[in-house]
């Protein structure tokens, strides 16, 4: 279990973040979040009824939400004397980092490690242009455009674009994605599916700058989607009104 955990750690986001006392660690339901401290931990660790924890090679803290996730806090104590106390918010977009503290209190990069396949196909999406648009949806002035869906292996690859052309800042809170029924009757019950990414590429860009754009990277494990179904993906703003819809059909996939 100790190993499988580390390959995660491994697998994040590669650049960590500076983590101080009272800043916000944001987590989700797919998404690993990882706090390395530059000593063990001491106490054990209680995240309650909300939050999913466990330490990994003694000074590494790995949490995700739990279902029914309510906003909270966590206070860590390591043996150097260091007492760390982090509040909770869910966030898809911001969640899933690996930060990491240093006795220097300065930024470290986190070393990286050969890609694998899976990898080096969403690096190259990532470094090129979104092609064959499949559907797109616009609100004051931004833009979400989803390119053709890839398929390798067992894997699918989502690339989506988010353009701002405003000229205000465009703050991504979270991305949703959801399988659902597109007909339903008065007497059945829609059917809604969420479905989790794998691996996310670019969730770390959280803020598309006015006339900027963000390019983002998903990939799932392969799931069906049955004629009249359809892959919904909802793109939302932190505090604002500017919230994006995408609808990919099956004959689109």
């Known amino acids: 279990m100790k190993s ?82 982090f509040p909770v918010a869910f966030s898809y977009g911001r969640a899933g980092r690996f930060y990491r503290l240093a006795n220097s209190q300065e930024t470290v990069a986190v070393d990286a490690r050969r890609k694998t396949p899976k990898e080096e196909v969403s690096s190259k999406l990532a470094s090129g242009r979104v092609r064959n648009v499949v559907t797109s949806d616009k609100k004051g002035r931004v833009k979400a455009e989803l390119g053709q869906i890839s398929v390798s292996g067992n894997t699918l690859f989502y690339k989506l674009k988010i353009e701002n052309n405003s000229s205000i800042n465009y703050d991504l809170d979270f991305v949703r994605f959801y399988v659902r029924d597109l007909k339903t ?29 963000g390019l983002y990277i998903f990939t799932f494990d392969k799931f069906p989607l049955a004629k009249g179904q359809a892959l919904f993906t909802e793109i939302y703003e932190k505090n604002g009104a500017r919230n994006l819809y995408l609808k990919v059909t099956a004959e689109k996939m």
């Not at 750690?9 to 989700?28: E, F, R």
């Not at 466990?54 to 966590?74: C, R």
């Not at 479905?195 to 754009?213: D, L, R, W, Y």
């Open 4 to 85: 499988f955990e580390s390959i995660i750690i491994l697998t994040l986001i590669c650049i960590a973040n500076l983590v101080s006392g009272q800043d916000t660690i944001y987590v989700s339901h797919n998404k690993t979040t990882a706090i390395e401290f530059p000593a063990r931990i001491a106490n054990p660790v209680n995240a309650g009824r909300h939050l999913i924890a466990a330490v990994t090679g003694d000074n590494v803290l790995t949490v995700k939400a739990s279902q029914g996730f309510f906003p909270s806090q966590i206070r860590i104590t390591t043996e150097d004397g260091g007492d760390y106390h």
């Open 185 to 213: 009757t008065k007497r059945t019950v829609t059917q809604e599916r969420e479905i989790h990414p794998t691996q996310a590429i670019g969730a770390s860009q959280n803020t598309i700058t006015a006339g900027g754009s």
